[in-house]
């Protein structure tokens, strides 16, 4: 199968860009193709990478906001969560793919539960994913043990699909909900099986106090010290760091996982140290967290929220401008998850998002970059190309009312379950 | 004319909307219409109501981002803006109404220059508009008294066009390039002819220094002082305040435009101290500041940033919570420009708009109101209805490629000229 995009903005040009099987293999074909789309008016850029999210939880999109992050956690999420069931899972996640797709993502990385359903759902959109189970041992290395083995089941169940844009992974939850025994554990386990790490890590102060009380140290200072920082680990949130953390995180090549707009709904207390972490050569993605946190899962939005938050943060308008912002979302979150991806180029995987330029927030166009950083949102998508297959066209998602539908039912019958 | 917005979600209930002429008349009417709407599947809310913006900026969008304030508006904005021709204006504010009917924006405060172009741009569009040319004097009040007559005659121009949703208004730029004499000037006539004057007061902190030193007072204090404070003026940004002037511009009953995504943008250095304003009893609306600081006028996204960066800056997820954010854009603008608009109950102007929900971003739909400041985004919006005419149905706007081809031109005409 071959698809030929002609006459499409990239970087400033046109060109026609060419896809075999599931590659991009030239940016200036000229022949003809099992599959045209007509560029003109488009502009073509990589498909968004998600590097943090917990897709099943657009179920609890709206269903509680506006709290203290503790009472939130504790009266309503977690109580939610403890009613869920697979096919929640599924629909859930549905719903987030769909929602994904249409906002140009085609990549997540996902850590929550049930997460079959999840690899199923996933299939079944065409869209790319890394799939760990939220682990969580509550602090008892025992219960971890025992606990340990559905992580491996879901990484042999994923393996045995055999396809290639689903990824398992595993996933530790965060240093307070794992012991130290469970977190080894698990490292070993990622190196000897090649595995991708997700990670909670430093969200909150009070995470990173109860740790110093707990160890005497700061969470990177004893994540180092029981060998659990290496290239596979992608961590979420990394905010409250010191410079000798980030100098850790560096010198192990941790990837960091920025997710600007939970934190600032969540008030976590500050932004992410973007500037120490780009001068110690960090590489940081961007991910939008699940929807209770966000509330959605449009990468747009997220990166221009990452500008901005810097921006406002640091007092410097000048950080983080609007081709890094991109670049985080794309060429960054395809490194952080070892996804040949991220830049449309020949021999890089066929993951291409076409940009409908006659939406009037992208005119008159000045600047492209400068448009999609700040201008553009998840509507002005027209066109999503996931592993060379095309997965929407004119925004049109084949059995997207079903999804929604179903997706509806199965968010009332877990609220109804509450 | 009459119009029947049938079965529409209305704060919670279905109800049968009726609009008779201008105004809404009815929330369960049963009688038949010139034109009946189908609002299933869609929610009413009232229109946005936008308080602080430039709308031919929009010709600017993309020209200059992630720039230090001062050399952005010395080296790119200035400059630029001294080739200004009245037909760049036009389209600019063409181009602008588009995009704000699009995203659900049914009134804006302008203060620019040629603001007769403006109003027959706004007037074509169908939109209701507060225009007032951007006067400076540059500290010297002879000057200030010639150039004010530009001013008034825009006054009279408006009055002329003996439209009710064109309102003229003066619009001293701000302390900094304005004098003290003018500034009395201006509002004395304010007064009289019972004018709305736009102003933009304490973005920076570097202009608070700058009043304290060359009048030995803060701003607001220095205004107060001078009789400039009054429920007239509509004060931008308003950023840098003590609890004394929060204290003066609530005694004054003085409105402020809150700009979130500017603010974050330009990095002014911290948020609105918006929760004292609330407890000082202050009317605060919301602002997307003109393109070349946003870059889009869509008020879904200001709420959401307005949220947001109370939450982050404050530390406290519970400041600012939804159905409070989507007040702000829309009763308390109304209210802020003197529009008896801003809800929809009967004998409101009709300035309706109809959210489509099937977008995923809205699903599964625990809470409207939260989805609409968390989950929305100017894609949503499906139907405007403005002073009892649509303006848009199903997204669809007459002449739209004409007003993108156009604005584009202007654009490149500007900047080819700079």
Chains 1, 2 share one sequence.
Not at 82 to 100: N, Q, V
Not at 270 to 290: C, H, N, W
Request: hydrophobic share 40%; glycine share 8%; aromatic share 6%.
């Amino acid at each position: 199968m071959s698809i030929l995009i002609e006459d499409v903005l990239l970087d400033g040009d046109r060109k026609n860009i060419r896809v075999e099987g599931n590659r991009i293999t030239s940016l200036d074909s000229d022949e003809g193709a099992d599959t045209v789309i007509h560029g003109n008016g488009k502009a073509a850029i990589p498909g968004f990478v998600n590097t943090h999210t917990h897709a099943a939880m657009s179920l609890f999109r709206g269903y509680a906001d506006d709290m203290p992050l503790q009472d939130w956690l504790s009266n309503k999420i977690w109580p939610l969560e403890r009613h869920l069931k697979p096919e929640h899972i599924y629909w859930g996640t549905k719903l987030a793919c769909l929602e994904m797709i249409k906002s140009g993502t085609t990549c997540f990385n996902d850590m929550y539960f049930f997460m079959e359903e999840t690899a199923k759902a996933a299939e079944e959109m065409g869209i790319r994913a890394v799939l760990s189970e939220g682990f969580t041992d509550l602090l008892d290395p025992d219960a971890g043990k025992e606990r340990f083995q559905s992580s491996i089941s879901l990484v042999q169940s994923i393996r045995s699909m055999r396809n290639d844009m689903i990824v398992p992974a595993l996933g530790p939850h965060a240093m307070y909900t794992v012991s130290p025994e469970s977190l080894q554990m698990i490292s070993e386990y990622a190196e000897k099986e090649d595995l991708l790490v997700h990670f909670h890590l430093s969200e909150t102060e009070d995470e990173v106090n109860a740790c110093i009380e707990e160890h005497g140290k700061r969470p990177v200072e004893f994540l180092e010290e029981i060998g659990f920082l290496n290239p596979r680990l992608v961590a979420a949130h990394s905010i409250w760091l010191n410079k000798e953390e980030i100098g850790l995180l560096s010198k192990h090549d941790v990837k960091v996982s920025h997710n600007p707009v939970s934190n600032m709904k969540l008030a976590v207390g500050k932004a992410i140290p973007y500037r120490e972490m780009k001068e110690a050569g960090l590489l940081v993605s961007l991910g939008t967290d699940g929807c209770a946190s966000n509330n959605t899962l449009d990468m747009f939005e997220t990166v221009k929220f990452a500008a901005l938050y810097q921006k406002a943060f640091t007092g410097d308008p000048t950080i983080l401008p609007a081709q890094e912002a991109v670049a985080l979302a794309t060429e960054n979150g395809a490194r952080a998850l070892g996804i040949d991806a991220g830049r449309i180029s020949p021999g890089k995987l066929a993951d291409i998002v076409l940009v409908d330029l006659r939406a009037p927030q992208l005119h008159p166009g000045h600047n492209l970059v400068s448009d999609l950083a700040y201008a553009a949102n998840g509507s002005c998508v027209d066109t999503v190309i996931c592993d060379g297959k095309i997965l929407m066209q004119n925004r049109k998602i084949e059995g997207e009312d079903e999804i929604l539908e179903r997706a509806n039912e199965a968010a009332l019958d877990l609220v109804g379950n509450e």
